[in-house]
């Protein structure tokens, strides 16, 4: 080395020393978290084993922090952790002890990772055991596979493959046919995908039919059920209308048996009468016209009072001029009434 180059290299040597005892970092902003920049969050856990202080605090396998201590509380376990001030969590955020291997170390991986738009998890924030999750031990997994090689009966397995085999001898061929038919309908099902479809259309178009008639189908329902309570109600007229017609129609052939002479004439005479009055209907309807005039003097003539029918004289111009003369005066009483047209000519 020359004598030249010592200068310069110690130069450099001494601006890193600078920079380090000064404080200053190479590593960029961005991509570290400053001191005080970082939130504690606490967790509440059923259980923790194999858990201890200093553990990694990840999301989505990311380190964004560390345990800063583990401890039991009332039968629950109380775990305070430091996350990095960059990383936030969403509001909702759950979390679980996360095995890194079957007998390693552990993790608190927090869940679902934040979103930008969503609601940030505070500092100090607390989550209860409802929204942690613990693993499932090794211990207790043997536990249970343990169980269920005790509840394991070889005698009983035995018996119920035998009889499953017994139940499968001689019925290959039955099997054979059922697989062949449901493939063959299977088939049958895809060949008519179009049909299929076009119900499947029909179906939604007759449920929006419906969702439009809503109200009319529920009035309807609601008249259906009116006419029930009504019949409901009148159930014993109803029962008793139905019996008379059942006593009618068992006895019916027995009055007409009875009376059958008796029918005959009598719908002979009515044939009769019917004939009479179709032959002389004109002079019916002229005999009906003529008592128009009765019939009113009939009606204004009735004294509901007295129960006394009064009959009046009502008399036109003509005649009321000869009734004047013959009672010497020059008009007749204005209370004597006419008729009313068109039975009379009066004023």
């Not at 606490?42 to 194999?50: E, L």
């Not at 583990?70 to 376990?77: C, D, F, I, K, R």
């Not at 990095?84 to 996360?98: E, K, W």
């Not at 002479?261 to 032959?279: E, P």
Request: hydrophobic content about 45%.
């Amino acid at each position: 080395m020359t004598r030249r180059m010592r200068p310069a290299l110690a130069a450099a040597m001494a601006g890193v020393l600078t920079l380090a005892i000064g404080g200053c970092s190479l590593i960029p902003a961005g991509l570290r978290g400053s001191a005080g920049s970082s939130y504690k969050v606490t967790v509440y856990f059923t259980k923790a084993v194999a858990f201890y202080p200093q553990s990694q605090v990840q999301v989505m396998g990311a380190k964004i922090g560390t345990v800063d201590s583990v401890t039991p509380v009332n039968g629950q376990v109380k775990v305070i952790a430091t996350i990095d001030g960059n990383v936030p969590l969403p509001a909702n955020a759950g979390a679980a002890i996360v095995p890194l291997s079957l007998i390693g170390e552990r993790t608190l991986t927090f869940s679902p990772p934040w979103k930008p738009g969503d609601p940030k998890l505070a500092g100090g924030a607390v989550i209860q055991t409802d929204h942690t999750q613990v693993p499932v031990e090794v211990d207790q997994a043997l536990q249970a596979f343990t169980s269920l090689l005790q509840a394991f009966n070889p005698a009983d397995a035995n018996k119920v493959l035998h009889k499953g085999a017994a139940s499968f001898a001689g019925n290959g061929a039955a099997f054979n046919a059922a697989l062949q038919q449901t493939a063959d309908l299977t088939s049958h099902i895809a060949g008519q995908d179009d049909q299929l479809l076009e119900v499947a259309r029909n179906l939604h178009a007759i449920a929006g039919v419906v969702a439009d008639r809503q109200k009319d189908l529920g009035t309807l329902i609601s008249d259906f059920s009116q006419v029930s309570a009504d019949l409901s109600s009148e159930r014993q007229s109803v029962e008793t209308l139905l019996i008379a017609l059942t006593g009618l129609v068992q006895h019916g052939d027995v009055l007409i048996k009875t009376y059958q002479g008796q029918l005959v004439q009598d719908l002979g005479k009515f044939a009769q009468i019917s004939l009479v009055v179709k032959g002389n209907a004109d002079q019916l309807a002229t005999l009906l016209k003529a008592l128009t005039p009765l019939n009113y003097m009939l009606i204004n003539g009735t004294n509901h009072t007295d129960h006394a029918l009064t009959l009046r004289l009502a008399l036109d111009n003509v005649y009321r001029s000869y009734l004047a003369a013959a009672l010497k005066q020059s008009t007749v009483n204005p209370k004597v009434p006419c008729w009313p047209k068109p039975f009379s000519n009066c004023s």
